[in-house]
């Protein structure tokens, strides 16, 4: 199990959106049970509340708040944003686009620059923020799986990070998602791949 100097370590959450994980949010009825039966809301916050506890940065990485306009004109369009655009995900502005109520930022966390389709650090400040705090650990949860979390995950490494993955502090929109990036492409690239309890654990020993 990694050991974490606490003040060079990150705990970094991808998307806790309400539209991802709170009921009637525009995303809840594809992420609703990989979310309610691996108890990621939970084990979020249990990780989070250790992460403060140890006096470990919490960064978010938000998606894009989407608004009129934003797709006007673009050359290539992905999946995920041909998903943003016609479902309006995260809407500046909305309920939908605020964080899940029991994962809100505190006073001292850090708030990345949103990120338009999957990666945490491309086209952000993300990778600057954690440089300026010289931080060299990141852990990651939220939002989802074989999008966002895998994305950043790698792009983490490529960065020169080591890189934890909570892999029951992420949802999807089934649990072969989840497994992909759990049981086969996390393994091939990240560091750790820990639960949340042992995430807690390795803070507490």
């Not at 850090?110 to 491309?122: C, E, P």
């Not at 950043?152 to 497994?179: C, M, P, W």
Request: hydrophobic letters at 40%; proline letters at 3%.
């Amino acid at each position: 199990m990694s050991v974490y100097q606490n003040e060079r370590t990150a705990l970094i959450l991808i998307d806790p959106f309400n539209d991802f994980l709170s009921e009637n949010g525009k995303l809840w009825p594809f992420v609703k049970e990989t979310v309610q039966n691996g108890n990621v809301v939970q084990n979020m916050k249990n990780v989070l509340a250790a992460a403060r506890k140890h006096k470990i940065q919490i960064v978010y990485a938000p998606h894009r708040h989407t608004q009129k306009g934003d797709y006007l004109n673009w050359k290539f369009f992905s999946p995920s944003h041909n998903g943003s655009k016609n479902l309006t995900l995260f809407e500046k502005g909305s309920w939908g686009a605020e964080f899940h109520p029991e994962l809100l930022p505190e006073d001292g966390d850090l708030i990345a620059q949103n990120h338009w389709t999957a990666s945490g650090f491309a086209n952000t400040d993300l990778d600057f923020l954690l440089k300026m705090h010289d931080i060299d650990h990141i852990i990651i949860a939220g939002m989802r799986a074989n999008t966002c979390i895998d994305s950043t995950a790698r792009y983490g490494v490529e960065l020169g990070y080591h890189v934890t993955l909570i892999k029951d502090g992420i949802g999807a929109f089934n649990q072969e998602e989840i497994k992909a990036t759990v049981e086969t492409n996390f393994p091939n690239y990240g560091h750790s791949l820990l639960s949340a309890a042992e995430f807690v654990k390795s803070l507490e020993s």
